[in-house]
């Protein structure tokens, strides 16, 4: 009897069991795959590898979240993702590492760690035989660098591919961000990751008028190469905030870069300058004109951008309607300033200019009167030669008579060219 009794008991317990067990399976079933897959995954990828909101139904796997951290064999800081489906059969639950995987996520954020020979290391150890072939969907993508410095992928939408260690990306739509530059949308953009070293096979962004800046580049151990083009792209995305305050218009170019410094040449359309103390007071030399901003018809240059931020140009060439014209070279850095350049102001119209010749203007050329700026100093603290030999060539100008003789000028010019005198002196 009372083996019958136990034997009942025991039968019960295990009823039981099998129906809570049945009852929980999917949880049951959820757990162990939570565990073993991210395990495995870990030993794949040689990082810490967390899974949540894990759920599998016959042939289809869902993860809430995906975390990755630490350096592990792929040149990432981290990478979470959002929203994970893969296509799997529950036997491939027990080996991710097998076969080709096919994931999508609704939104993936990477950052980058910035350490370049660690990363080509680590990519060099994905050509392994632990990574399996993969097929990646991203529907939004955000890239950034660890330590916030350097530009900025957001929202992009992402197709990436891996075979045999190499990455294959290709992208379109989201934002691309550079330091100290407006927002660029990006239309699209390839790329391909061997070795530790990517290359950009092609890409395209706007600016917010419509522009367009499209090129390609390569990274090796001597640095990065690559070749750009843009068009009627906005002087806020390629100047400095603090030249660009002082200059509007739109530009376009090519350029070139090798060993971090980029070279090339730019024009720029609708150009204006604005507030530019030197011409402003030049322009006092002449009744009735105001110079405190001046469209430029032709500006285009040649110019060479340096690792450390400085930017050198040269063969300038400038022309304004209101009777100017610009020509020379110079640089400019962080910490200094500088530029050789000849400042030409057309004569037709201005009889009395030759009164300021040789005293201000060298000479005529081009039915211009030329003469020479000298800029110095800092961004902070300018400097140039200019205002001072304006305001030299006022004062002795009249008092030779040099301008009523040369230019036959009507007492009232010559009244007006002392009241001039008198306004300068008094600054």
């Known amino acids: 009897m009372k083996m019958v009794r136990a034997a009942t008991g025991l039968l019960v317990a295990m009823l039981l069991l099998a129906g809570g067990l049945y009852f929980f399976r999917n949880d049951l079933v959820n757990w162990w795959i939570r565990r073993e897959l991210a395990s495995s995954l870990s030993q794949v990828l040689g990082a810490k590898v967390s899974l949540h909101d894990v759920s599998w139904e016959p042939g289809l796997l869902r993860a809430g979240h995906f975390r990755l951290e630490g350096e ?40 980058w760690n ?39 992928l957001r929202d992009m939408s992402m197709r990436a591919g891996c075979e045999n260690g190499v ?9 691309a961000v550079l330091p100290g530059t407006p927002p660029l949308k990006i239309e699209r953009v390839s790329a391909q990751l061997r070795d530790g070293h990517l290359e950009i096979g092609s890409f395209a962004v706007h600016d917010s008028h419509g522009g367009v800046l499209g090129g390609s580049a390569r990274h090796s151990e001597s640095g990065w190469t690559g070749e750009f083009s843009w068009q009627d792209v906005g002087l806020d995305a390629v100047l400095s905030p603090a030249v660009s305050t002082h200059f509007e218009g739109r530009c376009s170019g ?116 030329w003469t020479s700026v000298r800029v110095g100093g800092t961004p902070a603290a300018p400097t140039e030669d200019l205002t001072a030999r304006v305001v030299a060539a006022l004062a002795a100008a009249p008092a030779t008579e040099a301008v009523e003789a040369a230019a036959e000028m009507p007492g009232t010019a010559v009244e007006a060219a002392g009241s001039l005198l008198r306004g300068f002196l008094r600054r």
Not at 84 to 105: C, K, M, S
Not at 120 to 131: F, M, R, V
């Open 114 to 152: 910035g350490r370049q020979k660690a990363a080509a290391s680590a990519a060099k150890s994905t050509t392994g035989p632990g990574l399996p072939a993969l097929d990646l969907l991203v529907g939004r993508l955000t890239f950034r660098h660890a330590d916030h410095s350097g530009w900025e």
């Open 254 to 369: 090519d350029a070139r870069l090798s060993g971090g410094t980029l070279r090339g040449s730019m024009k720029i359309t609708g150009g204006v300058s604005k507030s530019m103390p030197q011409l402003v007071k030049m322009a006092s030399l002449f009744a009735g004109e105001n110079w405190n901003e001046i469209p430029w018809e032709t500006f285009r240059f040649d110019f060479i951008r340096s690792p450390d931020g400085r930017m050198e140009f040269s063969n300038l060439e400038a022309v304004s309607g209101k009777g100017l014209s610009v020509n020379g070279s110079g640089h400019y850095a962080p910490g200094s300033l500088g530029a050789d350049l000849q400042l030409g102001v057309r004569r037709q119209g201005r009889p009395w200019l030759v009164g300021f010749v040789p005293l201000l203007f060298r000479g005529e050329k081009d039915g211009y009167l």
């Open 72 to 111: 592990g064999n792929l040149p990432l800081e981290s990478l979470a993702a959002e929203g994970v489906r893969a296509p799997v059969a529950w036997q491939r639950l027990l080996d991710p590492a097998q076969g080709r995987l096919h994931i999508e996520t609704d939104r993936t954020e990477l950052v």
């Open 167 to 175: 990455w294959s990306f290709s992208g379109k739509d989201g934002t």
